[in-house]
């Protein structure tokens, strides 16, 4: 090589190996005893590595540059991680997403042979492949310069703990092994899905980033990073946490565009949302975090609404998200009415507890497709305490309420009202059933929607 930079080429997978033979004697029959090795590849490893040689002889020099400096240790200023991720931002398909067969290994690879006049073979970059083997070898540096910062955010959670090994992985290792790679490299389904999705989780950091995305709030390239990278992290922890079957684990991009949620059906996500929510191993402020950032997402998707829009936030966003949310209100709610009543707060229990009722029957209608649309420019629905209860009467009188619910509503609404007048006794054992009504309200609803 005439450019000889040392660097650890290990950073690239080997998922095997190709050794092309020439018969030691000319015109020998060709029997493998017989064969000596001409070429011989790593794959895909040795075609990265190619990219990079040919990178120099080709003086491509903005490239040159940046693997100069990731070669050589230097500390990557902002500047130097956009331009690498300008060269992964881009619709190129990626060699992993093919099936690999016996037929033509090497163009699936995206490499070929060539040969020269004196009969010398080398293996060379398809032409047609070069956009994806240049975007797959910077994807390898971009996941080596951050694969410290990444690992050790992921360390912040257990993900271990949850795992019990089925199949092995190529290391052989015991213990859950995560890859942020894309090529496979475990037979361990839950394993290898988990380093799906934080691979995704990554990836989807660093879109988040090339597309300007709340980069601006941040004040340098690797405070972006290891921010937005945990709270991904987390979301995949608390799905991965409360999944019976682990191999069902993917990542959900809440923490980005709620486009990238087409694919995800209104069933799924609120699964995931209340799994992450109620999950005992999700840490408060992680779950506040989440709860903000959803409503900061369905905000800003509801404000810049377009016509082609309205289907997505009207069969997904609003009837999915909105329940979750309103879901989380009336939890909170019951948890307030609870509090007042140990302080002794009766009247201002008796409230809290009208208005959990409230959040819980907005939940069980959201979940009936029968609760309004939002208002223009704010995530609050075209409703009125009215207009509520007559969507609790049409509950009773299609069968999914009984008699018995309604009249349970009424009575903690009735006590509410007259705790507006500064005569009504409302006593500690009032409050105390409010509370037993709320609850049970509350129990009937999840046991509809669950």
Same mark, same amino acid.
């Given at each position: 090589?005439?450019?000889?930079?040392?660097?650890?080429?290990?950073?690239?997978?080997?998922?095997?190996?190709?050794?092309?033979?020439?018969?030691?004697?000319?015109?020998?029959?060709?029997?493998?005893?017989?064969?000596?090795?001409?070429?011989?590849?790593?794959?895909?490893?040795?075609?990265?590595?190619?990219?990079?040689?040919?990178?120099?002889?080709?003086?491509?020099?903005?490239?040159?540059?940046?693997?100069?400096?990731?070669?050589?240790?230097?500390?990557?200023?902002?500047?130097?991680?956009?331009?690498?991720?300008?060269?992964?931002?881009?619709?190129?398909?990626?060699?992993?997403?093919?099936?690999?067969?016996? @037929?033509?290994?090497?163009?699936? %690879? +995206? !490499?070929?042979? /060539?040969?020269?006049?004196?009969? $010398?073979?080398?293996? =060379?970059? #398809?032409?047609?492949?070069?956009?994806?083997?240049?975007?797959?070898?910077?994807?390898?540096?971009?996941?080596?310069?951050?694969?410290?910062?990444?690992?050790?955010?992921?360390?912040?959670?257990?993900?271990?703990?949850?795992?019990?090994?089925?199949?092995?992985?190529?290391?052989?290792?015991?213990?859950?092994?995560?890859?942020?790679?894309?090529?496979?490299?475990?037979?361990?389904?839950?394993?290898?899905?988990?380093?799906?999705?934080?691979?995704?989780?990554?990836?989807?950091?660093?879109?988040?980033?090339?597309?300007?995305?709340?980069?601006?709030?941040?004040?340098?390239?690797?405070?972006?990073?290891?921010?937005?990278?945990? @709270?991904?992290?987390?979301?995949? %922890? +608390? !799905?991965?946490? /409360?999944?019976?079957?682990?191999? $069902?684990?993917?990542? =959900?991009? #809440?923490?980005?565009?709620?486009?990238?949620?087409?694919?995800?059906?209104?069933?799924?996500?609120?699964?995931?949302?209340?799994?992450?929510?109620?999950?005992?191993?999700?840490?408060?402020?992680?779950?506040?975090?989440?709860?903000?950032?959803?409503?900061?997402?369905?905000?800003?998707?509801?404000?810049?609404?377009?016509?082609?829009?309205?289907?997505?936030?009207?069969?997904?966003?609003?009837?999915?998200?909105?329940?979750?949310?309103?879901?989380?209100?009336?939890?909170?709610?019951?948890?307030?009415?609870?509090?007042?009543?140990?302080?002794?707060?009766?009247?201002?229990?008796?409230?809290?507890?009208?208005?959990?009722?409230?959040?819980?029957?907005?939940?069980?209608?959201?979940?009936?497709?029968?609760?309004?649309?939002?208002?223009?420019?704010?995530?609050?629905?075209?409703?009125?305490?009215?207009?509520?209860?007559?969507?609790?009467?049409?509950?009773?009188?299609?069968?999914?309420?009984?008699?018995?619910?309604?009249?349970?509503?009424?009575?903690?609404?009735?006590?509410?009202?007259?705790?507006?007048?500064?005569?009504?006794?409302?006593?500690?054992?009032?409050?105390?059933?409010?509370?037993?009504?709320?609850?049970?309200?509350?129990?009937?609803?999840?046991?509809?929607?669950?």
């Amino acid at each position: 090589m005439k450019n000889k930079i040392e660097f650890n080429a290990g950073i690239y997978p080997k998922v095997m190996s190709l050794t092309l033979g020439k018969p030691i004697k000319p015109n020998h029959d060709n029997i493998a005893n017989n064969m000596e090795p001409e070429l011989t590849i790593d794959l895909p490893r040795g075609v990265y590595l190619l990219y990079i040689q040919n990178m120099f002889d080709e003086h491509i020099k903005k490239e040159i540059k940046l693997f100069k400096k990731y070669a050589y240790g230097v500390v990557f200023e902002d500047s130097d991680y956009s331009s690498l991720l300008d060269l992964i931002m881009t619709n190129t398909p990626r060699n992993w997403t093919q099936s690999v067969d016996n @037929k033509d290994i090497l163009s699936k %690879f +995206g !490499i070929g042979i /060539s040969e020269d006049v004196n009969g $010398k073979k080398r293996f =060379v970059i #398809l032409q047609e492949a070069k956009d994806t083997i240049r975007v797959e070898t910077w994807e390898g540096i971009i996941i080596d310069l951050l694969r410290h910062s990444a690992m050790e955010i992921i360390d912040c959670f257990d993900f271990d703990g949850h795992f019990s090994r089925i199949n092995e992985n190529d290391s052989k290792n015991e213990k859950l092994t995560i890859s942020l790679g894309a090529w496979k490299f475990s037979s361990d389904k839950a394993e290898q899905n988990l380093s799906n999705a934080l691979r995704a989780a990554f990836m989807f950091t660093l879109v988040g980033y090339h597309s300007g995305d709340r980069k601006n709030q941040y004040s340098s390239f690797m405070d972006y990073f290891e921010s937005e990278f945990y @709270k991904r992290v987390s979301l995949v %922890f +608390g !799905i991965w946490s /409360s999944l019976q079957d682990k191999s $069902k684990i993917k990542y =959900v991009p #809440l923490y980005d565009s709620f486009y990238n949620l087409t694919s995800t059906s209104k069933s799924e996500l609120i699964d995931v949302l209340k799994a992450i929510l109620d999950n005992e191993y999700t840490a408060v402020d992680e779950k506040q975090t989440l709860k903000d950032q959803l409503i900061l997402s369905a905000g800003e998707f509801h404000d810049n609404i377009s016509a082609s829009d309205i289907q997505l936030e009207q069969t997904l966003i609003k009837p999915a998200i909105n329940l979750v949310l309103l879901r989380e209100k009336a939890k909170e709610t019951i948890t307030s009415a609870e509090i007042l009543l140990t302080e002794g707060r009766y009247m201002d229990c008796a409230n809290r507890c009208y208005y959990a009722m409230m959040f819980t029957l907005k939940v069980l209608l959201e979940y009936q497709g029968k609760l309004a649309n939002w208002k223009v420019n704010e995530l609050k629905e075209k409703e009125s305490h009215e207009s509520l209860e007559r969507g609790l009467n049409d509950l009773v009188n299609s069968g999914v309420l009984l008699v018995a619910d309604k009249a349970d509503f009424d009575y903690v609404k009735a006590q509410r009202l007259k705790c507006d007048y500064s005569l009504y006794c409302f006593r500690k054992e009032d409050a105390e059933y409010c509370v037993i009504l709320i609850k049970n309200f509350f129990s009937k609803v999840e046991s509809i929607i669950n």
